[in-house]
């Protein structure tokens, strides 16, 4: 079934290129659907490359118009839309290359290279965007420097934007005018930007602890411009974050934000012109949720950080994407953590790997966080590289200690400022200056899989001691059957009868240090002398490594921890843990149609933190939400039968609700809160807290009423739409869900991100009839194919989000999902690959569903014309 599907590009292959590019003037005449590029470029050829050595210009979907070198024409070239091969080049190293080219904006729906959408022209170039521009080395590690000139119709783009600061601009003749921007910094071509459009926009400024005074803007469509504020106050407290945490200072006059509302990812960080998904950009606290706010908070925050960590210094090779992501990401959940709650974010961050990472690292997509070969560099932006690069990033943090962290990482932006690098230079750093070999830390950079470490321990009442057995084994993975074991830092504590931590003050055993073991071999142990009393263990703390923990603890024990362990993530974990042992007890019993008990310690347990004022509300929300239905399915691994795990997710949700229903409607009510939105996290997680009570209630009393109370009264979107959410998935067809499902369609239809809100609340409405209704919103008149987030809305909703309605036994919502999926990537194959993967846990489930599900996929991959992006995916989650 596998067939040839193109080049396939290796790390080991990488070289230099013959010819760098010094400067880059490019001029941009932008027309609607004829827009003349025309770039010159100062070129010079490497030292030692021969003088005969070709030219070879990375294109995409271009026309050539003309070629001039040394304002010559050029007769000795091949040109094709995806290649320009300039032979017989001046023996002289040095020489001008002019390339003029003609692009159509209006017709690009990759929304890749230069495109239009709501009459903005804007531009996405990473990863190889750049090449549907011009002609070039479009290749991170060709550093340039860019002045660009823009021209256009005064009336239909007054604004004109690149990277860097303004130099000049005026107007022109025939109503046009232009301007020229100039950015000293040398750049790869996946950081240049341009805008130009009619925007409005909100303006503040940052000054820098070395006095330089920045100008700050953010565009965004005409009337939008109050909902930009709170994404300009997370610039500035980014600012100022990364100066006083990492001496991060900014390095032009200007920082620009652009708000486009057709965007394929979430954001991306052009030099001094970052350019967003509106999602991440617009709030007011009638339009957006508290999830809503943090992501702003954390995607500006992100694409901030990346003007040192991915701009200052780059990637060597797109192999090398973590380098920048992993880092940058790191830098910005530890930005969110400082700013609001660090144990719920901690909790949120490992809940997020876990639903994301693990089940890519377990499955056929499975590859290293830094990849070894791909045939589609787009399909590598995954919650590996990004969110497991991350966690590498804290580990080795964890590893050498917070001083050395700091300096090594200060050695790496001094040492390495202007260059295109690798991750072995990154560890370099660290290596110098911890004065420690990292060799086995930076396997995980090269090994893909989530490793199983197994934790035995054995208390001896006659010699006081404790003897702790740790071991790693790391499955096979696609391409990789041989594993070694890496270095992995396993936080830990002994916890006493009382609930308080035993002083650890002599043991045997290498590699412990303060409360971390440091895992190096497949098999460790440790052994604790003058422990008193035999003690629960808590390993794992704060998730110090991202592996999965396997540790035979007695329900007694994980009782134990979720009442004491002073690690508020130790807490969670075991109760959560418990939740779902007893969740996947019950579907065993509903599968022998057995009566189905329940675990009155585990409902006490319950009914106690709901209970505790000295738990923060937020903290408090996350241990009464029970596991999603996909974290029981990852759980349980293979033979899934999703309508089962539902059926017993709500057997358990009514036994809590049924056991609580006094005491939850207490708290509920004393969360009753009048005073106006404010979008902080205490704020937030009263609303997270009160969310998750409603539902017991709700499910209590089965009756809508409280939740259509709350539509109603509501003065802000975040109970809102909880209140929409309850009344959708649980009383479906209900008057009171009709008249909110149409009063929340005729409020916010003007306003597509609520929208999105309103397609995605159905389209994950569990029942099997989630279909039907998934087929009659895509005729709806606000449903478009060409807008991405409203695509991820509905189907990805849909896909992701809907176990038991997309997983219908009949296989009908999968064939129905496979001919979409043909449809979109005739248009946007970056975002059908993106949707697609949603299915790469397919193997898990039982037979009916997977061979109906296996057969949509295969139609899928045995399609003609299939976008590499496309093809890639599904013959890896064939293989
Ligand atoms: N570099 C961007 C980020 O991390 C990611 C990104 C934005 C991207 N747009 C893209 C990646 C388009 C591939 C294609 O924030
Ligand atoms: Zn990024």
Redesign the pocket.
Known sequence: MRTDTGHVFRLEDYRPSDYLIRETALSFDLEPENTIVEARLSIKRREGAEHSVPLILDGDELTLISLHINDVPATDYDVTPELLTIRSLPYNADFTLTIVTSINPTTNRQL?GLYRSSNIYTT?C??EGFRRITYFLDRPDVLSIYTVRLEADKAAAPVLLSNGNLQQSGALDNSRHFAIWHDPHPKPSYLFALVAGSLGSISDIFTTGSGRVVALNIYVEHGNESRALYAMDALKRSMAWDEDVYGCVYDLDIFNIVAVSDF??????NKGLNIFNDKYVLADPQTATDADYAGIEAVIA??YF?NWTGNRITCRDWFQLCLK?GL?VYRDHEFSSDQRSRAVHRIDEVKLLKSQQFPEDGGPLAHPVRPKEYREI?NF?TATVYEKGSELIRMLRTIVGDDVYYQALKLYFTRHDGQAVTIEDFIKSFEDVSGQSLARFALWYDQAGTPVVTARSQYDEQNRSLQIILEQKLAPTPGQSEKQPVHIPVQFGLIGADGKDIPITAHQGAGLQGDILHLQESTQSWTFFDINEKPVLSLLRGFSAPVHLEQQLSHEEQVFLARFDRDAFGRWQALNHLLTTEILKNVDELHQQKPVQFDPQLLQLLAETAQDETLDHAFRALCLSLPDEADIARVMGTNIDPDLIHQSRETLLAAIAQANAAGFTKIYEQLHDTAPFTPDAASAGKRALKAVLLNYLTIAENSPAQAYALYEQANNMTDRFAALTLLVHRFSGHPDTVKALAQFESDYQSIPLVMDKWFAVQARRPSEHALETVEALINHKLFSFDNPNRCRSLLGSFAAGNPTGFNRADGKAYVFFSTLILQIDRENP?LASRLLTSLRSWRTLEPVRRAHLQSALERIAASPNLSTDVRDISERMLA
């Open positions: 890749m996405q990473e990863a394929n990812m979430g954001a991306m960080e992100h694409e990346h992501e940058t787009n932006y970056q």
